[in-house]
Every structure is written in structure tokens, then in C-alpha cells.
């Protein structure tokens, strides 16, 4: 505050001067410059009688605060305005899969309606921290642990057992999920363990889990996808890497009288008072876009 003060005697020519409109009073607006020149350890006005000039280090002092508080007015301006208009950097972290099918290619939409935001995804299908990563926000598959994080439901991940025609000739089509145990099943491979528990919706709305068999892992969507149209083994996999495989007949839905298992989807950020315009404008898209009513 003091700085603004001496830039405003200097501009005005006298403490008086500087104190009408402020405020202050004369003596208040005197006691801000003394106060500043103790601090600086050094004098910034020559007082006389009758006029005020600025000392040599008090003219380079000066021209420091004039940019000093141009920089911070202009700061404060762009803190404002990326409050109100969609600007700058924004970083996603999204599972590879999602990322891919989903987010990549609406991208062209949200960028051409919002030109000055810069988009970053981050794939990985590890959960990221998103203070420590530096993300606004991050498409999560599955259900959430609790955390502080705010969490906006977007449309459910359906999983789809398939193989491809020549495995399903040569080893049979399993007509229940139970069956499976007696196929070779290619599994998700995550850090621990591959996900080999595969759960299952039955025509009676209860749940079911079958422990499958198989002897490949993999850790990662479309390797599997690729496994399975060489006609290794059977899959499950989200509905979005598979459609068209399924729609042109080189993978097959097994089970299809069976609702299909879903995982919980959302897109997740750190609380604030106040979001900014470009994360709400994210945020805004992908619930009109991928939202809990949409597919």
C-alpha cells in the first residue's frame, strides 16, 4: 500500500494532493512515506517549505513501483478475466481407453467453441493426484473412494464379453456366464493382480461373478482387443473399443440376452469457491456431451 501512496504523492505533487480522494488525510498520507523510507533505510523526497522533489534513489524507486504496479494491475485484470472467459491450460487425466474413444474425439468440438483454451490429456489408467499432478480434473472409471474431490456422474461404462468368430468355432459358444471357466479368457493386467473376478447382470437382476481362466495378461485395452480378434481368447472389455468390431462381425457378443455390466463413470476436481471459466466450460461440455443421460 505504501508504494501505491508514494506513486500517488509523486504523481500529484503533494501529500495533500495525494490524500484528496483517498481517504487519507495529509498526515496519514506523510506517515505512509515516512514509514517506507525507515523500511528502505534511506530518504525518497527532498521536503522543503515549499515544494517536494525525489532524491536520486527516490527517482529510481519511482520508475520501479510505476512498472511494479502496472504488472500487478494487469495481473489482477487476467486473474479476473480467466474467472470469466475460458482461457489458458487446461490438463485432464483420463484412462487410456476413455481418452481415446470418447474425449479425443470430441476435442475438436470444445476447442473450436472455446479458441483461447489449450488442451492437455494425460492418458494413464493409474489414479493420478490431482494437486500433485497439476490437473483440473480427471475422468475416473469405477467407484469412487471417498475424498474431498467433487465428483459430476457422467454416462456408465458397459462392459461386453466378445470373441471372435474362429476362437468361438474351434472352442464352442459359452451360452452362460458360468460357462467361462472352461474357455481361455484374456484378462486386464493391473499392477497387483489381472482382473479375473468378471461380474455379470443375470435376466433375474441378480448379480453374478465368475472366476475365469486364461493364460495372457495384458495391461492394456486395445492389446486385448487385438488378442481377441487373432481368436486367443474371449474378453471383456468396455462397449466404446468394441462397437465396431461388433457392428462388422469380427468379434462377437457373447451372453447378449444379458444386460450388460457397467461401471460407474465421472469426470472429478478439487473443490473451490470458484471454479474457473475454462474448467466450468469443461465440465459444461462433457455433461451435455457424455452426461449420465446420453450415450
Request: hydrophobic letters at 40%; one cysteine or more; charged letters at 20%.
Amino acid at each position: 500500500m505504501s508504494m501505491s501512496i508514494f506513486v500517488r504523492v509523486i504523481e500529484r505533487g503533494s501529500f495533500a494532493a495525494a490524500a484528496e480522494g483517498s481517504g487519507m488525510t495529509a498526515t496519514m498520507v506523510g506517515n505512509h512515506i515516512r514509514a517506507l523510507e525507515n523500511r528502505l533505510g534511506t530518504r525518497l523526497l527532498n521536503r522543503t517549505t515549499r515544494r517536494q522533489s525525489l532524491t536520486e534513489i527516490g527517482r529510481s524507486y519511482y520508475e520501479q513501483c510505476v512498472s511494479i504496479l502496472a504488472q500487478v494491475h494487469a495481473a489482477e485484470i487476467d486473474a479476473r478475466d480467466m474467472r470469466t472467459r475460458p482461457r489458458g491450460r487446461l490438463r485432464v487425466s483420463a484412462p487410456v481407453i476413455y481418452a481415446s474413444q470418447r474425449l479425443a474425439p470430441a476435442m475438436k468440438e470444445y476447442l473450436e467453441q472455446y479458441p483461447d483454451v489449450h488442451v492437455e490429456l494425460a492418458l494413464s489408467d493409474r489414479v493420478v493426484d490431482l494437486a500433485d499432478g497439476g490437473f483440473d480434473a480427471a475422468i475416473r472409471v469405477g467407484t469412487l473412494p471417498d475424498s474431498s474431490l467433487i465428483s459430476r456422474p457422467l454416462a456408465p461404462s458397459a462392459r461386453i464379453a466378445c470373441a471372435a468368430p474362429e476362437y468361438l468355432a474351434r472352442h464352442g459358444t459359452p451360452v452362460c456366464p458360468v460357462e467361462l471357466t472352461e474357455h481361455n479368457c484374456l484378462a486386464f493386467g493391473y499392477d497387483s493382480d489381472p482382473d479375473r473376478d468378471w461380474r455379470f447382470t443375470l435376466a433375474d437382476g441378480s448379480a453374478q461373478t465368475v472366476q475365469v481362466p486364461g493364460r495372457l495378461d495384458i495391461s492394456g485395452g486395445q492389446a486385448l482387443r487385438q488378442a481377441a480378434l487373432a481368436g486367443i481368447g474371449i474378453v471383456l472389455l468396455p462397449e466404446m473399443l468394441l462397437e465396431k468390431d461388433l457392428a462388422e462381425g469380427t468379434l462377437v457378443r457373447l451372453f447378449p440376452d444379458l444386460p450388460a455390466p457397467s461401471f460407474p463413470v465421472n469426470i472429478v476436481y478439487l473443490p473451490e469457491r470458484k471454479l474457473t471459466a475454462k474448467l466450468a466450460s469443461f465440465i459444461d461440455f462433457m455433461m451435455a456431451r457424455f452426461g449420465p443421460h446420453t450415450r
